[in-house]
Structures are given as structure tokens and as C-alpha cells.
């Protein structure tokens, strides 16, 4: 199993570029959600969806737009870059929300995002 | 706003001592707290907790939550180098058919030799 992909896994970025963080699950799970990680924080929620068609804002949507036009997909455009921007981005699955119980929370291994 | 807050931001200690970190939250419709480790990639899984009282235990982890306070606490008993990893707690919360999972801003745990 492929699991969750992401690409691509280091980046850099010029200010005001525009650029797509790509997602991807083979498990036909429903939920998908994108994160970034500033150095020694937690994950911030930037957008989450609950199944194609469906997305929803997170804690800082800003600067960032989704998509979800099929299960398996879930990719994060940035349209103009920001310094503040620079940060590690997380995307991750699941069946239902949480885990445990026969649910697990599937994490891609993180996109090295720097914008200068 | 839904609010997950974490303490200590950070904490240093020496192999063999005993360390509680501690998550608090704040958030509409709570369904699970959950406890990751996280060490330079994506986190990992540690605990799930659904019910207050009820302690989970791994090995020298163990945490258990309080729903009435709102809070919930890991523990990790006689400290290893290998434990120095950022520890976040998140929150699964919301209606049945929108769960979010948001996280605390997390831990940073030292383990000096």
C-alpha cells in the first residue's frame, strides 16, 4: 500500500509564486486534512474535507485554497507566496475522524515548503 | 473557536526521571483526545481516549482524561534519551459527519543523559 503520497517533499519558493502541494490516499478513506508545522509547534489545520466535493476551513485557511474533485485526491495551492508560508506541510487520512478502534489517522511524510 | 493548549511548550530532564505533560481544550462536540510523538517526521500514534478515568497504558506511557475538566495528561516514567521528541495532543471534535482533529502547539521533551 502506497498509503498517503505527498509531493513534493522540499520546495523552494520566490515571493508572490504560486504552487500546488500535492495529496494522495489509496484507501478510499473520506477524511483528508492538510496541516503546517512551524519549527517546535504543534500542526495548525489549514483545511479539512470530509469526501469529494466537501471542504471546509481549518484554523488558518488563509493564503491557501483546496480541492477535492475525487476521493483520492486532496492537493493545496498556495497562490501567492509568503514568507510566512514557509513551514512543513503535513497531509493525512482517514476512514472516520480520530483514531483508534479500527480507525487510524494515515500521515504523508511532510513537503519542506520555503519561500524567499 | 475550538482550542486544544498544551503545557509545558518545552521541558529539559535527565534519564530516569518522571515527566507529566498536560493538554487542556476547549471545543464543540468533543469525540476523542488523542496523544502523538513526533520525532522529525509525520507523528506518530500513541493513545486514544473516548472516556474520562479510564487510564491507557503503553509501556512506560501511560494517560488517562478528565472530561469534566477538560484536560488530559501523559505520563512517561524513567525517561530515556529515545523519549526527546515533541509530544502533541489533538482533539477530534464536531457533528458525526464533519470531524475535525485539531492539534496542540505541543511539547518539546529533552532527555539529557
Known amino acids: 500500500n502506497a498509503g498517503v503520497t505527498q509531493t513534493p517533499k522540499f520546495r523552494i519558493l520566490k515571493i508572490g509564486q504560486s504552487m500546488t502541494l500535492q495529496c494522495a490516499q489509496d484507501?478510499?478513506?473520506?477524511?483528508m486534512y492538510w496541516y503546517r508545522q512551524d519549527p517546535g509547534m504543534g500542526l495548525k489545520l489549514i483545511y479539512y474535507?470530509?469526501?469529494?466535493?466537501?471542504?471546509d476551513k481549518g484554523e488558518v485557511p488563509n493564503g491557501y485554497n483546496v480541492s477535492r474533485s475525487t476521493t483520492e485526491d486532496f492537493p493545496l495551492r498556495l497562490e501567492l507566496a509568503a514568507p510566512s508560508q514557509t513551514s512543513v506541510y503535513f497531509c493525512?487520512?482517514?476512514?472516520?475522524?480520530?483514531?483508534?478502534?479500527?480507525?487510524?489517522?494515515?500521515f504523508g511524510e511532510g513537503s519542506w515548503l520555503t519561500v524567499v | 473557536e475550538d482550542k486544544v493548549v498544551q503545557s509545558p511548550l518545552s521541558l529539559v530532564v535527565h534519564e530516569g526521571d518522571t515527566v507529566t505533560l498536560n493538554c487542556s481544550y476547549e471545543?464543540?462536540?468533543?469525540?476523542?483526545l488523542l496523544w502523538y510523538k513526533q520525532e522529525k517526521k509525520a507523528p506518530t500514534f500513541l493513545f486514544m481516549l473516548?472516556?474520562?478515568?479510564i487510564e491507557k497504558k503503553s509501556g512506560r506511557l501511560s494517560s488517562i482524561l478528565d472530561k469534566k475538566e477538560l484536560f488530559s495528561i501523559l505520563n512517561i516514567t524513567a525517561t530515556q534519551t529515545g523519549d526527546s521528541a515533541i509530544y502533541l495532543c489533538?482533539?477530534?471534535?464536531?457533528?458525526?459527519?464533519?470531524?475535525?482533529?485539531?492539534f496542540g502547539q505541543g511539547t518539546t521533551l529533552q532527555v539529557k543523559p
Open positions: 493525512a487520512s482517514s476512514r472516520l475522524p480520530g483514531q483508534g478502534a479500527g480507525n487510524t489517522i494515515y
Open positions: 489533538a482533539v477530534v471534535c464536531g457533528s458525526s459527519n464533519t470531524g475535525k482533529l485539531i
Open positions: 471545543v464543540t462536540n468533543f469525540r476523542s
Open positions: 474535507s470530509v469526501g469529494a466535493g466537501i471542504t
Open positions: 484507501m478510499n478513506h473520506n477524511y
Open positions: 473516548t472516556s474520562s478515568g
